[in-house]
C-alpha cells in the first residue's frame, strides 16, 4: 500500500480552488488502486492534512499527472501559505480493530 500525504498552510480559498479541489478528488477516487483517504485540521496551525491511499505506486503516478492535480500545483501559492507532500509506502497497519480504517484490500 502507499500514501501520499498532503500538508498544507491555508490562505483564501475561491471559487477556482473549490473547483479544482472537486475535480482532484474525483481524479483520485477514479485512479487505479485507490482504496481512501482521511484528513485533518489544525485550526490554530491553520493547517490542513489529507493523507490518500493506495494499493500500489500506479494509483499515485495517475493522480500527479491528472491535468487538475498540474493546475493547482501550478497555482498553489493563490491559495496556500506553503506546503508539504510525504509519499510513503505502508510496511504494515495495525490496531485493535474497534475503529474503521484504510487497509490494503479494503
Known amino acids: 500500500m502507499y500514501s501520499a500525504t498532503f500538508i498544507f498552510e491555508t490562505k483564501q480559498f475561491d471559487d477556482d480552488f473549490h473547483r479544482l479541489d472537486g475535480l482532484i478528488a474525483k481524479a483520485a477516487k477514479e485512479s487505479t488502486g485507490y482504496l481512501g483517504e482521511e484528513a485533518w485540521e489544525d485550526p490554530k496551525a491553520g493547517r490542513i492534512v489529507n493523507v490518500y491511499y493506495w494499493e500500489s505506486e500506479l494509483g499515485l ?3 500527479i499527472a491528472h491535468p487538475s492535480h498540474i493546475e493547482a500545483k501550478r497555482r498553489y501559492s ?5 506546503y508539504q507532500v510525504i509519499i510513503s509506502k505502508v510496511i504494515r497497519t495495525y490496531g485493535d480493530n474497534t475503529m474503521n480504517h484504510i487497509t490494503e484490500g479494503t
Do not use: P
Open 61 to 63: 503516478q495517475q493522480l
Open 78 to 82: 493563490e491559495w496556500l501559505g506553503g
